[in-house]
């Protein structure tokens, strides 16, 4: 059996002991090898309390032109787990988790019978046959759809190339066979009428609402239904007339670069009352609206479902009051709703990023390094406030990004009664070892383990009373909300944007009210109310001063990011037995690239922490040769999380162009006990080229990393690689300049040629950014027509 659809590694969550092992139970039968376990579910010591518990790593080796693919099973306490699709829908409609094809179809559906799962399957002829001729078993391809013990869709198929886009007769040639499914159970019958849909923007404005607008107008054109804007969010729905209005595909023209909502967003306390959802269905109805789809928080999307709750009722008082007559209200007996959530603060449940986040966090990161440059001149201390609501993300994020000295969150309150003297005792360490300059980053919800407040004035005075610091304090307002949005921030809008309008086309009357969301880089359709309900459980926990349970239930990177800024930031006195300690090489190999040089830091101070020596190895592997190695202090990497480039130096030289015999030498000679790579294809293919020459050099073996860090993204085994978000920020930025002197001439077009050699990826994400008319993924070039 074989894997395709360009999937390199997959991972899989559940906080089930009984799922878990019954997932891995599940992949082994169709071939996976565990090759690796990490973790205990016996936990005691605080900061691993708020990682994942176990994870099992399972390989499929491929065979050629296919490729391997890795699976990891991580049990977890903050899993999102999925249901199964109903029994009597066509899979083949839903997006499946992974895609597997196999010559030996027969022995799927005979493993498939023995576990008693229910699948569904499906047989058509070879696309490239004559629906005339006679079918024989080697003509057809078959595709049998199943869930797994997380209740992710699977599908097998004898197809050579699965994901073919083709499209197949409407009914299969045989007979579809559906185990435990009555045929009788499926409907059918055509959808003759048109759908309608709304489209309103709700709450705080965030970056990317527009891309999110632009794509469910698009896309929901091109997929022949009729859409309306719905201006100043449930005000308009309120209030209708001129408020709704119909859009065309050129309505939308230029939204993507725009920051805020173009359609208007408002806080409407009518709607909050049955008498404004009435007027709300009353206008919906006589506009011929049935589905709604909502960009907003978790205030927004609630809004939406009860409106969508009360929606019989609704009608049925509208009739009783004759303001519709039956007749109108027919065609509306259901009324569907999407949420898409837009907010900077990321306090979503059930999606690990929402739209206007990372422009969000764009705008923190540009200030705050602004504000460093002032506080390393004059030796000042600046407390930074930012937004978030009760939410610490935007904090927590910026601290990493920007290597704060100290941040307060309040999903993780300082844990001693004094902090106050605790954090005065981290920051004198700092400027102990030799720094100038202390930024100190507090959330707006920021509290103390007693829930009292943490306010940034209050930070200022310890500051200067204490450690007799000058100390500034900085709020940044409503600068973290406005301005366009970022590729990533553009890009998550529209992917968002077309899932919204699918959902809508095949939502039916018992559908919960879905939220679209992402998952592991992936596009997701959750249940809204349980993804609201989980969200507010947060302020629950943390009421309750449950703070462990609050950290759980936001995504599952946000303990692992507090963590990974503890280990970077706060110096640790007790280092590991020096009979255990590494000499880490540092290597940068190939072309520079946006984040190097944040990693390098990282390591270095992980390293320092817990006992290690870094060892800055310049230039390379061409620096190994030639003795240019140093080992790093903390303080010399200070500052590096804001730099580009890369600070070792860096050369596209690799292992295959060098004297590896000399290279195992100075290995041995510096004490060089285990090997970083940071770099593109280059350090990969390095990476691979040592490795094979364990067998001759001892030197070898050792613990050897590759850190993908391309503006290419197209380092094997990884979703991004370092650098590869940065440049195309920096393409967008440079099109949305271009893009005015294109609009000033009907006749004049822009050919924008960008990086990444042999890999597409820049310039299929940058076309999607940048609305552009063509974006060519094997020359990166980019047409510059709407």
């Known amino acids: 059996m074989s894997v395709i659809e360009g999937l390199s590694h997959i991972v899989l969550t559940t906080s089930s002991v009984e799922k878990y092992e019954s997932t891995v139970q599940f992949y082994s039968l169709f071939g996976y090898q565990p090759i690796s376990q990490v973790g205990s579910r016996v936990l005691s010591n605080e900061v691993s309390q708020f990682l994942p518990r176990e994870e099992k790593v399972l390989h499929l080796f491929g065979k050629p032109p296919t490729q391997d693919i890795t699976i990891r099973i991580v049990l977890t306490t903050n899993a999102n787990e999925k249901e199964p699709l109903p029994e009597e829908k066509d899979w083949r409609l839903e997006q499946s988790s992974l895609v597997s094809a196999t010559k030996n179809i027969v022995d799927v559906e005979s493993i498939l019978e023995s576990i008693n799962l229910k699948y569904q399957k499906y ?4 696309e490239s046959d004559s629906l005339v001729a006679p079918l024989s078993a080697d003509l057809v391809h078959t595709e049998i759809y199943t869930h797994d013990p997380l209740n992710n869709l699977i599908t097998f198929t004898n197809k050579p190339i699965p994901i073919s886009k083709s499209i197949y007769p409407i009914k299969p040639i045989s007979p579809i066979k559906q185990q435990d499914i009555s045929s009788s159970n499926i409907s059918t019958e055509p959808k003759t009428k048109k759908k309608r849909i709304g489209m309103l923007t709700s709450g705080g404005d965030s970056p990317g609402m527009n891309a999110a607008v632009r794509a469910v107008v698009r896309v929901a054109i091109s997929r022949g239904c009729d859409v309306y804007a719905i201006y100043e969010g449930y005000e308009g729905l309120v209030n209708g007339g001129d408020m709704i209005k119909k859009f065309g595909w050129a309505d939308v023209r230029g939204y993507l670069a725009i920051g805020g909502t173009l359609i208007g967003s408002a806080r409407c306390k009518a709607f909050r009352e049955r008498e404004g959802r009435l007027n709300s269905a009353y ?35 509208l009739i009783k009051e004759g303001r519709i007559t039956a007749e109108e209200a027919a065609p509306h007996k259901h009324l569907t709703v999407v949420g898409l959530v837009g907010s900077i603060d990321n306090d979503m449940s059930s999606t690990d990023i929402t739209i206007g986040a990372v422009s969000s966090l764009h705008r923190i990161c540009e200030a705050v390094d602004s504000i460093s440059a002032t506080a390393l001149s004059h030796s000042r201390a600046f407390v930074i406030e930012v937004m978030g609501r009760n939410c610490g993300w935007l904090a927590l994020m910026a601290a990493v990004s920007t290597g704060a000295d100290f941040v307060f969150i309040p999903e993780r309150p300082p844990a001693s009664d004094d902090w106050e003297s605790e954090m005065c005792e981290i920051l004198n360490k700092h400027r102990k070892l030799g720094k100038r300059k202390t930024i100190v980053i507090v959330a707006e919800g920021a509290i103390d383990k007693n829930l009292k407040p943490i306010k940034a004035d209050y930070i200022k005075e310890l500051l200067s009373n204490r450690m007799k610091l000058d100390t500034r304090v900085t709020t940044l307002g409503h600068t973290q909300r406005g301005g366009k949005p970022c590729s990533f921030d553009r890009n998550l809008a529209t992917l968002q944007g077309v899932e919204a309008v699918h959902a809508v086309l095949r939502a039916t009357s018992d559908t919960p009210s879905p939220m679209i969301g992402v998952r592991q880089n992936k596009i997701t359709c959750e249940p809204l109310m349980k993804a609201v309900g989980l969200t507010r459980q947060v302020a629950e926990a943390i009421s309750r001063k449950d703070f462990r349970r609050a950290m759980e239930l936001r995504d599952p990177e946000f303990s692992e990011d507090y963590a990974a800024y503890i280990e970077t930031t706060i110096v640790n006195d007790e280092t590991l037995s020096k009979n255990k300690c590494l000499r880490i090489g540092i290597l940068h190999i190939g072309a520079p690239a946006g984040g190097m040089n944040p990693a390098t830091r990282a390591v270095v101070r992980y390293s320092l922490n817990h006992g290690h020596t870094p060892v800055a190895v310049y230039n390379g592997f061409d620096g190994l040769l030639q003795d240019n190695l140093r080992e790093l202090s903390w303080l010399d990497v200070d500052g590096w999380a804001a730099k580009g480039g890369s600070e070792l130096g860096t050369h596209k030289i690799i292992v295959s162009d060098l004297d590896i015999g000399m290279i195992a030498y100075q290995l041995q000679k510096h004490r060089i006990n285990s090997l970083l790579l940071i770099g593109g294809f280059e350090a990969y293919s390095s990476l691979v080229e040592l490795n094979n020459y364990r067998n001759q050099y001892p030197a070898f073996c050792i613990p050897m990393v590759c850190l993908p860090a391309t503006i290419s993204n197209n380092v094997p085994g990884t979703d991004f690689s370092l650098g590869s978000d940065t440049s195309l920020n920096a393409i967008v930025e440079s099109c949305d300049a271009i893009k005015q002197s294109a609009s000033a001439s009907r006749r004049r077009v822009f050919v924008v040629e960008v990086q990444g050699g042999q890999s597409g990826y820049l310039a299929v994400l940058a076309g999607l950014a940048i ?4 974006a060519r993924n094997k020359f990166g070039k980019i047409s510059s027509k709407e």
């Not at 047989?123 to 070879?126: A, E, F, G, L, M």
């Not at 609305?771 to 063509?774: A, D, T």
């Open 771 to 774: 609305w552009r008319r063509q």
């Open 123 to 126: 047989t058509y002829p070879n």
């Open 283 to 317: 206008n919906m109805v006589k506009n011929g609206i049935d589905a709604l789809i909502v960009c907003g928080g978790d205030g927004s999307l609630t809004g939406a479902d009860v409106l969508r709750s009360e929606w019989p009722g609704l009608l049925d008082e």
